[in-house]
């Protein structure tokens, strides 16, 4: 875990994503010092323990990354798990007394019984020699590597968390796996995904793949958004999950499937159905043919293409009519 100078790591009650592991009692009320992935993450898990928990994130958005309408729903549902918010908000200053005192630029002082630093993690090079075969990292400790993971010295490789972002575990394993197959020579094909995808294991779980709506604007392509709800899917009604919902976007013109985005139960199981029909560079026509067993968190993808064309009908016949 990154842990910024300023913060007094050697109270005990100020906790980095590595220690919280350590604690021997639940805290009353607990202090989350960003809003990315792991702060959220750990957030949800003490909310449900019980512990009033409150979140201090620098942006407007909480994980930075992700779709701004699946951010949106993630913090409402939080919210409802009794998580507080203070948005576009940083901290001055920490002061260990009875309750630790945290003081925001906000002029908003919280009194807590513990505070998690969540500020992003750093590669742990530090103590393995790379300065002795000249190999470089950032300020983060990350080593910079080729497209076969090969570091400034051929016959050294890195991967995972080690070299950065998206560090994810799924993610290690694949540059990993073509690290081996280079460094090696071995025959077999081998090819790094096109895809990657992201899960949070927030409460609810969230997970995408592919491009989001910003990303998609900011790139002028064209496309249309189609939504199903789980409120609407039995299996959604059957486990009590009915804020859950499915996102897909297709290209206006091929109908091409170029993301997808979904928050609620079984999330990061989900996501896979249209990452590999991304993959296999599939459309709306791959889930309309597909025959989906009953009842299934899976058919909120049915639902979500047929929104999608009723609305690419809606957009289709707008423009067959006279000016």
Not at 94 to 104: P, S, T
Not at 211 to 223: C, G, R, T
Not at 247 to 257: A, G, I, N, P, S
């Amino acid at each position: 875990p990154f842990g910024p100078k300023n913060f007094p790591f050697h109270d005990p009650r100020v906790l980095d994503s590595d220690t919280i592991l350590t604690l021997d009692v639940i805290p009353e009320s607990m202090l989350v010092i960003g809003g990315g992935v792991i702060g959220c993450e750990y957030a949800c898990m003490f909310a449900a323990l019980g512990v009033r928990v409150s979140i201090v994130e620098k942006s407007e958005k909480i994980v930075g990354g992700m779709d701004s309408e699946i951010s949106i729903s993630l913090k409402s549902r939080m919210e409802s798990a009794g998580i507080k918010f203070f948005m576009g908000d940083s901290v001055i200053k920490i002061e260990c007394g009875k309750l630790v005192e945290v003081e925001l630029e906000s002029s908003v002082t919280i009194q807590t019984h513990a505070v998690l630093v969540s500020s992003g993690r750093s590669g742990q090079t530090g103590s393995i020699g790379l300065e002795n075969v000249d190999i470089p990292t950032n300020s983060r400790g990350h080593i910079l590597v080729n497209e076969h993971f090969q570091t400034k010295q051929s016959h050294i490789y890195a991967a995972g968390d080690v070299i950065g972002n998206p560090s994810l575990a799924s993610t290690a394993m694949a540059q990993g796996r073509i690290a081996v197959y280079h460094a090696f020579g071995l025959k077999q094909t081998a090819h790094f995904p096109s895809l990657l995808p992201s899960g949070l294991y927030t409460i609810p779980e969230c997970s995408s793949a592919g491009q989001s709506e910003e990303q998609l604007n900011e790139a002028d392509i064209p496309y249309v958004a189609g939504r199903a709800s789980y409120a609407n899917n039995a299996r959604g009604q059957i486990i009590g999950d009915t804020e859950g919902s499915l996102k897909l976007l297709f290209h206006r013109d091929t109908k091409k499937l170029l993301g997808v985005h979904v928050i609620g139960e079984g999330a990061t199981e989900i996501v896979h159905i249209g990452l590999t029909v991304m993959v296999m560079n599939g459309g709306v026509d791959v889930f309309i043919d597909t025959c989906y067993n009953y009842p299934t968190i899976s058919e909120v993808y049915k639902y979500a293409c047929y929104d999608a064309l009723a609305k690419l009908d809606k957009i289709n016949k707008s423009k067959q009519e006279p000016s």
